[in-house]
């Protein structure tokens, strides 16, 4: 894993631990030992720790957090690199992440090349860098980066390393190697050595309570970034032994935790969500070179958005030349906000737009390789459209509908490519939420579901396999939260009361903060006159969500909500008339009284089939709902709360508790192994 090779008293030591050479405990052991012989060696004047293969050290090894560590441990490593009587120079491409830039950061020097990035994404897993991080950072780069990188987790590029000294010098893109040789011969009698554990870093004070208030809304809710804080504080007020002592003490805190638990779930969880269960050996997935869409609605051109971004050419399609001209319009005003907010060149837009085609003809559809249908929510509607794409559609092009609730097979049924027909379920806007369900009809093929999986990862989303079955994961588990909901109001409790409870609990908005940002009217029957339920009521009243200026809240043209003395009456009136008892409700039972039947409904959707593991349930409430990350997903947390407890509560609020997770409480066992 480590050579080490001498270059007239240079002595280069190279690690080889593809694909990222993650520094496990055989590289720290080989770098340990190469630095130990070359502080040895008389002819040996400087050295140079550089990497094989795509990149610098891009972290630790996570799996040895749970497995175990060997010595030397990280900080042990960087304190001797830094101890180093010869000069050490760090020779960077590719990312030099977490582990990999504190070792950096020990060494007395470094060089990279242009297009390498540095970063410390430790917050990210519910961490802090503990091999020193966040006590040389500051002493080399200031305090002021050292929050932005350490605190947010956000990498930058060489360049702005260089700016700020973080970088000694930039090689040539592809001579690295070369570069970082000359310059150890530099350097090599240099003295003293930059060592960036000597003085404390200095900063303004004010300048960790201003970075706090700045980030506050994005940081809600986490334990990570404030402990990040604490210590890039400490670099500017202790001494650096005494900072590394309580980064160390911060780490074991936090890495034993139950936030960097979630998250590292998390992150082997959207690993994993990649693998289709039962995909035949060898099953390669099909070019997806143009696409396609039908509808050009809230959806559809969000959907498009996506492949023009990546690049695809798509064609879209809409029934009236008023409704396309309004879809292709949104989607460039959504660029125009990407361009305003600096996420987008001018030239960036332009050539997006340049892929698109708008058409009112289903004929222009005849070259795509994968069509999506985005109309509206109706089987009638979707029938007809698929029966027209499969007679335009060239042989072999893949059929998509992007249905929330309705039935992939008989959508498939009226075509005659079944095996090439399947669901897929983009969240709303589309262009912006990560997730996609990818839904397997009875026949769906091997490929195509492998052509969709990789399709997905062309345009940046994380995709999950959901099976056929009304709402699939998300929209089924939703549902049930909903019901729930609507019967605290029952009970007297308020819409803002339920939804505080969820903001609380960390979600982005409540359930009836959702149901107005999304439209009361999804799945209304449109009759004003026929009143059954708290929902008809508010759309006879026009009262169909922010759309309108009004749905369970009041907006104003900022669209922010105030409460509602006309939705509450009419809220109020279901209730007297419902017949059930007024009680007050406290966020406790709220709370258990919405997520636990959602965890019920993932214990039948996971026993059903419908998700292929527990921790795909997970990955589709973080991306596609906002579920608070750092709990890990609705069935990692119910694993944490104790499924016995969750059985009890369902049975003691007469909640129906599905026999899958009974069984699965009685035998002690979770969700997630
Ligand atoms: P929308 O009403 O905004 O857009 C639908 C568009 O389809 C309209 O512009 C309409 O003119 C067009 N259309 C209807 N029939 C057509 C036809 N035969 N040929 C061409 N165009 C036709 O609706 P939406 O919110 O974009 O929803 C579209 C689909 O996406 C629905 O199935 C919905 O359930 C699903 N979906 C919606 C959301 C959401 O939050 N809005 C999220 C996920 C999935």
């Not at 977490?98 to 060089?111: D, K, N, Q």
């Not at 402990?227 to 074991?252: D, N």
């Not at 050539?351 to 004929?363: F, I």
């Not at 009419?570 to 409700?585: C, E, L, N, P």
């Given at each position: 894993?480590?050579?080490?090779?001498?270059?007239?008293?240079?002595?280069?030591?190279?690690?080889?631990?593809?694909?990222?050479?993650?520094?496990?405990?055989?590289?720290?052991?080989?770098?340990a030992k190469?630095?130990?012989?070359?502080?040895?060696?008389?002819?040996?004047?400087?050295?140079?720790?550089a990497?094989?293969?795509?990149?610098?050290?891009?972290?630790?090894?996570?799996?040895?957090?749970?497995?175990?560590?060997?010595?030397?441990?990280?900080?042990?490593?960087?304190?001797?690199?830094?101890?180093?009587?010869?000069?050490?120079?760090?020779?960077?491409?590719?990312?030099?992440?977490?582990?990999?830039?504190?070792?950096?950061?020990?060494?007395?020097?470094r060089?990279?090349?242009?297009?390498?990035?540095?970063?410390?994404?430790?917050?990210?897993?519910?961490?802090?860098p503990?091999?020193?991080?966040t006590?040389?950072?500051?002493?080399?780069?200031?305090?002021?980066?050292?929050?932005?990188?350490?605190?947010?987790?956000?990498?930058?590029?060489?360049?702005?390393?260089?700016?700020?000294?973080?970088?000694?010098?930039?090689?040539?893109?592809?001579?690295?190697?070369?570069?970082?040789?000359?310059?150890?011969?530099?350097?090599?009698?240099a003295?003293?050595?930059?060592?960036?554990?000597?003085?404390?870093?200095?900063?303004?004070?004010?300048?960790?309570?201003?970075?706090?208030?700045?980030?506050?809304?994005?940081?809600?809710?986490?334990?990570?970034?404030?402990?990040?804080?604490?210590?890039?504080?400490?670099?500017t007020?202790?001494?650096?032994?005494?900072?590394?002592?309580?980064?160390?003490?911060?780490?074991?805190?936090?890495?034993?935790?139950?936030?960097?638990?979630?998250?590292?779930?998390?992150?082997?969880?959207?690993?994993?969500?990649?693998?289709?269960?039962?995909?035949?050996?060898?099953?390669?997935?099909?070019?997806?070179?143009?696409?396609?869409?039908?509808?050009?609605?809230?959806?559809?051109?969000?959907?498009?958005?996506?492949?023009l971004?990546?690049?695809?050419?798509?064609?879209?399609?809409?029934?009236?030349?008023?409704?396309?001209?309004?879809?292709?319009?949104?989607?460039?005003?959504?660029?125009?906000?990407?361009?305003?907010?600096?996420?987008?060149?001018?030239?960036?837009?332009?050539?997006?737009?340049?892929?698109?085609?708008p058409?009112?003809?289903?004929?222009?559809?005849?070259?795509?390789?994968?069509?999506?249908?985005a109309?509206?929510?109706?089987?009638?509607?979707?029938?007809?459209?698929?029966?027209?794409?499969?007679a335009?559609?060239?042989?072999?092009?893949?059929?998509?509908?992007?249905?929330?609730?309705?039935?992939?097979?008989?959508?498939?049924?009226?075509?005659?490519?079944?095996?090439?027909?399947?669901?897929?379920h983009?969240?709303?806007?589309?262009?912006?939420?990560?997730?996609?369900?990818?839904v397997?009809?009875?026949?769906?093929a091997?490929?195509?579901?492998?052509?969709?999986?990789?399709?997905?990862?062309?345009?940046?989303?994380?995709a999950?396999?959901?099976?056929?079955?009304?709402?699939?994961?998300g929209?089924?588990?939703?549902?049930?939260?909903?019901?729930?909901?609507?019967?605290?109001?029952?009970?007297?409790?308020?819409?803002?009361?339920?939804?505080?409870?969820?903001?609380?609990?960390?979600?982005?908005?409540?359930?009836?903060?959702?149901a107005?940002?999304?439209?009361?009217?999804?799945?209304?029957?449109?009759?004003?006159?026929?009143?059954?339920?708290?929902?008809?009521?508010?759309?006879?009243?026009?009262?169909?969500?922010?759309k309108?200026?009004?749905?369970?809240?009041?907006?104003?043209?900022?669209?922010?909500?105030?409460?509602?003395?006309?939705?509450?009456a009419?809220i109020?009136?279901?209730?007297?008339?419902?017949?059930?008892?007024?009680?007050?409700?406290?966020?406790e039972?709220?709370l258990?009284?919405?997520?636990?039947?959602?965890?019920?409904?993932?214990a039948?959707?996971?026993?059903?089939?419908?998700?292929?593991?527990?921790?795909?349930?997970?990955?589709?409430?973080?991306?596609?709902?906002?579920?608070?990350?750092?709990?890990g997903?609705?069935?990692?947390?119910?694993?944490?709360v104790?499924?016995?407890?969750?059985?009890?509560?369902?049975?003691?609020?007469?909640?129906?508790?599905?026999?899958?997770?009974?069984?699965?409480?009685?035998?002690g066992?979770?969700?997630?192994?």
């Amino acid at each position: 894993m480590i050579r080490t090779e001498q270059q007239n008293g240079i002595y280069v030591v190279t690690a080889d631990n593809p694909p990222v050479n993650a520094l496990s405990n055989g590289v720290r052991e080989g770098l340990a030992k190469a630095i130990a012989d070359a502080g040895a060696d008389p002819a040996v004047r400087a050295i140079v720790v550089a990497c094989a293969g795509r990149t610098f050290f891009a972290g630790a090894d996570i799996a040895e957090f749970t497995k175990g560590m060997q010595p030397p441990l990280p900080p042990d490593l960087c304190d001797m690199i830094e101890a180093s009587e010869k000069p050490v120079v760090a020779a960077i491409h590719g990312t030099a992440l977490g582990g990999g830039l504190e070792v950096a950061l020990a060494c007395h020097y470094r060089i990279a090349v242009p297009s390498a990035k540095l970063g410390q994404p430790e917050v990210k897993l519910g961490l802090l860098p503990g091999a020193g991080g966040t006590q040389r950072l500051p002493r080399v780069a200031g305090a002021e980066l050292a929050l932005k990188m350490i605190v947010l987790g956000d990498p930058i590029g060489a360049r702005e390393a260089a700016e700020a000294g973080l970088v000694d010098r930039l090689a040539g893109e592809d001579r690295l190697l070369a570069d970082a040789i000359a310059f150890a011969r530099e350097i090599a009698d240099a003295r003293p050595l930059p060592r960036a554990g000597g003085r404390t870093a200095s900063a303004d004070p004010a300048l960790f309570d201003t970075f706090r208030a700045a980030n506050a809304k994005k940081l809600r809710g986490y334990d990570a970034p404030e402990a990040c804080i604490e210590a890039v504080r400490a670099a500017t007020t202790m001494p650096f032994r005494e900072g590394l002592a309580l980064e160390r003490q911060l780490f074991l805190k936090l890495v034993m935790g139950e936030q960097s638990a979630a998250l590292r779930h998390i992150f082997f969880a959207e690993r994993t969500a990649g693998k289709i269960d039962g995909l035949p050996e060898g099953t390669t997935p099909l070019p997806v070179r143009k696409v396609g869409i039908v509808g050009a609605g809230t959806m559809g051109g969000g959907i498009a958005m996506n492949f023009l971004s990546a690049g695809v050419p798509v064609t879209i399609v809409e029934m009236k030349q008023e409704a396309l001209d309004r879809g292709v319009a949104t989607i460039r005003r959504n660029y125009e906000g990407n361009v305003a907010r600096g996420r987008l060149t001018a030239e960036g837009l332009e050539k997006a737009m340049a892929l698109l085609t708008p058409t009112l003809s289903y004929d222009d559809l005849a070259d795509a390789d994968l069509i999506i249908e985005a109309v509206f929510e109706d089987i009638g509607v979707k029938k007809d459209v698929f029966k027209k794409l499969d007679a335009v559609a060239k042989p072999g092009a893949i059929l998509a509908s992007n249905t929330s609730f309705l039935d992939v097979n008989e959508i498939a049924a009226v075509t005659a490519r079944a095996d090439h027909v399947l669901g897929l379920h983009f969240f709303s806007p589309a262009n912006v939420m990560k997730l996609l369900e990818i839904v397997r009809g009875a026949k769906t093929a091997p490929a195509v579901l492998a052509t969709a999986m990789a399709a997905a990862k062309a345009i940046r989303k994380v995709a999950v396999i959901a099976g056929v079955c009304h709402g699939f994961i998300g929209n089924r588990m939703l549902e049930q939260r909903q019901i729930e909901a609507v019967k605290l109001l029952m009970e007297g409790v308020t819409p803002q009361q339920i939804d505080k409870a969820h903001v609380d609990f960390g979600m982005p908005m409540g359930p009836f903060q959702m149901a107005d940002l999304a439209g009361i009217d999804i799945g209304w029957h449109r009759d004003p006159q026929r009143i059954e339920s708290i929902t008809d009521a508010l759309c006879a009243a026009g009262r169909l969500g922010q759309k309108a200026g009004k749905g369970f809240y009041d907006y104003d043209d900022q669209r922010r909500a105030t409460p509602s003395a006309e939705a509450q009456a009419i809220i109020d009136d279901f209730a007297a008339r419902s017949g059930a008892a007024k009680r007050a409700v406290g966020s406790e039972e709220i709370l258990e009284r919405t997520l636990y039947p959602m965890v019920n409904e993932g214990a039948k959707i996971l026993d059903e089939g419908i998700a292929q593991r527990a921790s795909d349930i997970d990955i589709v409430w973080i991306y596609g709902y906002g579920w608070p990350p750092y709990r890990g997903g609705p069935m990692f947390w119910a694993d944490r709360v104790g499924l016995t407890k969750i059985v009890e509560s369902l049975k003691k609020h007469g909640q129906p508790v599905a026999p899958a997770l009974e069984a699965k409480a009685a035998k002690g066992e979770r969700f997630n192994r």
